[in-house]
């Protein structure tokens, strides 16, 4: 599988992105998919997941309420729509797909990995 993360960018607080994974190489609706991230010094650590029909989505404490997963999977792509930004959403965020159609909190689920894209909330 092979994943193209984008859509980051720099925003101010209070205020949106949307990042898109496009994937390939595999039966899209075949694994399940989950975002991560990674601040400078931190571990990477999970944001939000969802299962390969889409049916089931999970979401750290942090974002509920203000970021949102989907995918489209006549398209291949998974999308993480962010509102309300805080600066402490600064980081790297990842897609990655996992091996099985159900979604995972667990990065050990996530055998395939997107580069990164950056995303920045200024104060």
């Known amino acids: 599988v092979q994943l193209q993360a984008s859509g980051g960018g720099l925003v101010r607080a209070g205020g949106s992105l949307r990042l898109s994974c496009a994937a390939s190489g595999r039966t899209f609706s075949s694994y399940g998919m989950g975002w991560f991230r990674q601040a400078p010094g931190k571990e990477r650590e999970f944001v939000g997941a969802i299962s390969g029909s889409g049916n089931s989505i999970y979401y750290v404490d942090s974002v509920k309420g203000r970021f949102t997963i989907s995918r489209d999977n006549a398209r291949n792509t998974m999308y993480l729509q962010m509102n309300s930004l805080k600066p402490e959403d600064t980081a790297v965020y990842y897609c990655?797909?996992?091996?099985?159609?159900?979604?995972?909190?667990?990065?050990?689920?996530?055998?395939?990995w997107g580069q990164g894209t950056q995303v920045t909330v200024s104060s």
């Open positions: 990655a797909a996992g091996t099985r159609a159900s979604a995972t909190i667990h990065i050990s689920g996530y055998p395939y």
